[in-house]
Nanobody, 115 residues
Framework: QVQPVESGGGLVQPGGSLKLPCVVS????????SGWYRQAPGKERELVAR???????NYANSVRGRFIISRDEAKNTLYLQMNSLKPEDTAVYYC?????????WGRGTPVTVSS
């Protein structure tokens, strides 16, 4: 059973930083397409960042230059480093990974950016 589990969410002030880890069990993270989506209240889920099997990273325009996606293959963990956070980054952040032709989702971790 492939299961991503996110953590690290919380309340942060505008301009602050958070780092979200996503531990993946049941599947080796190396060589997979994995990433992060987010869903703000009343909005559709949107792609934030992804890392492809070859290591290339892609970012949404709204977060490029502020967020960094990475993976630690030894720990089988995907990360999302979020810097210069803005109130509009407030959302539930979901990690996903792909395996055997399927997409596996975590349950999400909430991030609130507010003073």
């Amino acid at each position: 059973q492939v299961q991503p589990v996110e953590s690290g969410g919380g309340l942060v002030q505008p301009g602050g930083s958070l780092k979200l880890p996503c531990v993946v069990s049941g599947r080796i993270l190396s060589g997979t397409n994995s990433g992060w989506y987010r869903q703000a209240p009343g909005k559709e889920r949107e792609l934030v960042a992804r890392i492809l099997s070859g290591g290339e990273a892609n970012y949404a325009n709204s977060v490029r230059g502020r967020f960094i996606i990475s993976r630690d293959e030894a720990k089988n963990t995907l990360y999302l480093q979020m810097n210069s956070l803005k109130p509009e980054d407030t959302a539930v952040y979901y990690c996903y990974t792909t395996a055997y032709g399927m997409i596996y989702w975590g349950r999400g971790t909430p991030v609130t950016v507010s003073s």
